[in-house]
């Protein structure tokens, strides 16, 4: 079955990094753009990033513009947003998902935690 | 940035009942909006997208209509797995989503 499986966050200190990973199966990896989606602890939904099945093409929101970078190896079916200069109100679940359609986010993983806390 | 902007924050209502859990957008998004089911604990679930379409395996009692502006989720004869916070999305200019809906057992 399809499926999107995150990891890499953890409890780190503001202004380290992180690499956190999306593994997919289940579907061809290669065809479809992926996003990236976090929550913060008790809050809602907000879109992070997205990227092109290919990787020609890479957007995200202007709160992390020129810290975290998107970015995908379709030999091993893998997604990627490498965290930089991590701040405290970067605390928070982050996801991948599948771009569908217009560009709704059909399949989620169970999402990885970053806690930034001095 | 588009704004999503969804009311009510809570809904209570009974099992059986119906819901109605509307969302506006700052400026129209088409028909560019769908509508993610969040469980505690567990990552969202896509239940609506392209405003009314379904998606696959969501159960006929979740509608979804509306374009433009103004849009709204119905969930008719709720059950207990209903019980859960909604969040519509635009697609239309780049992605945000609103605040969410929580659904309550009356």
């Known amino acids: 079955q399809v499926q999107l499986v995150e990891s890499g966050g953890g409890v780190v200190q503001p202004g380290r990094s992180l690499r956190l990973s999306c593994v997919a199966s289940?579907?061809?990896?290669?065809?479809?753009?992926m996003h990236w989606v976090r929550q913060a602890p008790g809050k809602g939904l907000e879109w992070v990033a997205v990227?092109?099945?290919?990787?020609?093409?890479?957007y995200s929101t202007n709160s992390v513009k020129g810290r975290f970078t998107i970015s995908r190896d379709n030999s091993k079916n893998t997604l990627y947003l490498q965290v930089n200069s991590l701040r405290v109100e970067d605390t928070a679940v982050y996801y991948c998902?599948?771009?569908w359609g217009s560009g709704y986010m059909n399949v989620w993983g169970r999402g990885t935690a970053v806690t930034v806390s001095s | 940035e588009i704004v999503m902007t969804q009311s009510p924050g809570t809904l209570s209502v009974s099992p059986g009942e119906r819901a109605t859990l509307s969302c506006r957008a700052s400026q129209s998004v088409s028909s560019n909006l769908a509508w993610y089911q969040q469980k505690p604990g567990q990552a969202p679930r896509l239940l609506i997208y392209d405003a009314s379409t379904r998606a696959t395996g969501i159960p006929a009692r979740f509608s979804g209509s509306g374009s433009g502006t103004e849009f709204t989720l119905t969930i008719s004869d709720l059950q207990s797995e209903d019980f859960a916070v909604y969040y519509c999305?635009?697609?239309?200019?780049?992605?945000?989503f609103g605040q969410g809906t929580k659904v309550e057992i009356k």
């Open positions: 998902a599948r771009y």
């Open positions: 990227i092109w099945h290919d990787g020609s093409k890479k």
């Open positions: 999305q635009q697609y239309s200019n780049w992605w945000t």
């Open positions: 289940g579907f061809t990896f290669s065809n479809d753009g």
